[in-house]
């Protein structure tokens, strides 16, 4: 049997920083990893996070749940079928609603060789302090995921003062009472914490259907390199249904792109040491008119 865990989270929240450090850690533990990835867009970015020697299979520009259940399905098939490997660490895409994700998981054709563990969210603790502000469907969709998560990390608590963090905490208790919570900073939660949760049986509930968004990618490439400045000018002037930004910036100065990631108004660069090829994934509703600057 292959414990499995769905790690659930709005766009941004840190599902791929999550990822990275419980391979680590199921590696420390003389555990083998696989990965499945889900990405919205056509263009693998976060996989790239996944070291090259961990079994990794991905859905591209489409969803873990409804249409992409059958491809998901495969995948994990394949997986199981040439890969050695104790633990499955699923990552959906930040727009997937995780108890119709389960659907792949729960598949006839191999559900009996998977142990499934349960559902770990990752909630932006600052999004959360600012939910009301969010459209409807994309405040229900970041409450769905909450709510049926059995292991919540309430992460970027730095960003909040000491009293929002204990706020944030009750509220999000008073949403999902049996789930544990655990507060974090870049995602970093002892995968024994992990290995302790007890999964709902999911397989004795139908999930109520979920808000239906339209979510949009858009890849956007450089000609030549930007100023750094002028970038992040451009970032302020995004519409709020702009939810996720990702990829490499060539910056002007620098022999190599940065690596890129931007959500909920916050930006992270960090220096890459290669060439990587220059372009960001726009992720929203209502994008089309988006360009560089």
Same mark, same amino acid.
């Given at each position: 049997?292959?414990?499995?865990?769905?790690?659930?989270?709005?766009?941004?929240?840190?599902?791929?920083?999550?990822?990275?450090?419980?391979?680590?850690?199921?590696? !420390?533990?003389?555990?083998?990893?696989?990965?499945?990835?889900?990405?919205?867009?056509?263009?693998?970015?976060?996989?790239?996070?996944?070291?090259?020697?961990? $079994?990794?299979?991905?859905?591209?520009?489409?969803?873990?749940?409804c249409s992409g259940?059958?491809?998901?399905?495969?995948?994990?098939?394949?997986?199981?079928?040439?890969?050695?490997?104790?633990?499955?660490?699923?990552?959906?895409?930040?727009?997937?609603?995780?108890?119709?994700?389960?659907?792949?998981?729960?598949?006839?054709?191999?559900?009996?060789?998977?142990?499934?563990?349960?559902?770990?969210?990752?909630?932006?603790?600052?999004? &959360?302090?600012?939910?009301?502000?969010?459209?409807?469907?994309?405040?229900?969709?970041?409450?769905?995921?909450?709510?049926?998560?059995?292991?919540?990390?309430?992460?970027?608590?730095?960003?909040?003062?000491?009293?929002?963090?204990?706020?944030?905490?009750?509220?999000?208790?008073?949403?999902? $009472?049996?789930?544990?919570? @655990?507060?974090?900073?870049?995602?970093?939660?002892?995968f024994k914490a992990?290995?302790?949760?007890s999964a709902r049986?999911?397989?004795?509930?139908?999930?109520?259907?979920?808000?239906?968004?339209?979510?949009?990618?858009?890849?956007?490439?450089?000609?030549?390199?930007?100023?750094?400045?002028?970038?992040?000018? &451009?970032?302020?002037?995004? $519409?709020?249904?702009?939810?996720?930004?990702?990829?490499?910036?060539?910056?002007?100065?620098?022999?190599?792109?940065?690596?890129? !990631?931007?959500?909920?108004?916050?930006?992270? &660069?960090?220096?890459?040491?290669?060439?990587? !090829?220059? !372009?960001?994934?726009? @992720?929203?509703?209502?994008?089309?008119?988006?360009?560089? $600057?």
């Amino acid at each position: 049997m292959k414990d499995v865990y769905l790690l659930s989270g709005f766009l941004g929240s840190g599902k791929t920083t999550l990822l990275t450090n419980v391979i680590k850690q199921v590696k !420390q533990a003389g555990l083998k990893p696989a990965v499945f990835m889900n990405e919205l867009g056509k263009l693998a970015f976060d996989s790239e996070a996944v070291e090259g020697e961990v $079994p990794l299979k991905e859905l591209l520009d489409g969803c873990i749940c409804c249409s992409g259940s059958e491809k998901s399905e495969a995948q994990i098939q394949t997986l199981l079928a040439e890969e050695d490997f104790d633990v499955l660490l699923i990552e959906t895409t930040g727009a997937a609603h995780p108890v119709e994700a389960l659907d792949a998981i729960f598949s006839p054709l191999f559900a009996e060789r998977l142990n499934f563990k349960g559902i770990v969210t990752v909630a932006d603790s600052k999004r &959360w302090q600012d939910r009301n502000q969010l459209p409807p469907q994309i405040r229900s969709l970041f409450l769905e995921q909450i709510r049926h998560a059995d292991l919540v990390l309430a992460n970027k608590m730095d960003l909040l003062t000491d009293g929002e963090q204990g706020q944030t905490v009750y509220e999000i208790q008073s949403l999902n $009472p049996t789930a544990q919570i @655990i507060q974090t900073v870049n995602s970093k939660v002892p995968f024994k914490a992990l290995q302790n949760i007890s999964a709902r049986q999911y397989g004795e509930t139908k999930a109520a259907p979920a808000a239906k968004l339209n979510l949009n990618t858009k890849v956007l490439q450089f000609e030549q390199p930007v100023k750094r400045e002028r970038f992040e000018e &451009w970032l302020r002037s995004m $519409p709020e249904t702009v939810y996720r930004i990702k990829g490499y910036v060539p910056l002007e100065g620098d022999r190599f792109p940065h690596a890129f !990631q931007f959500a909920y108004g916050m930006a992270q &660069w960090l220096p890459e040491y290669m060439k990587m !090829q220059t !372009q960001i994934v726009v @992720i929203g509703e209502g994008i089309e008119g988006v360009e560089l $600057p």
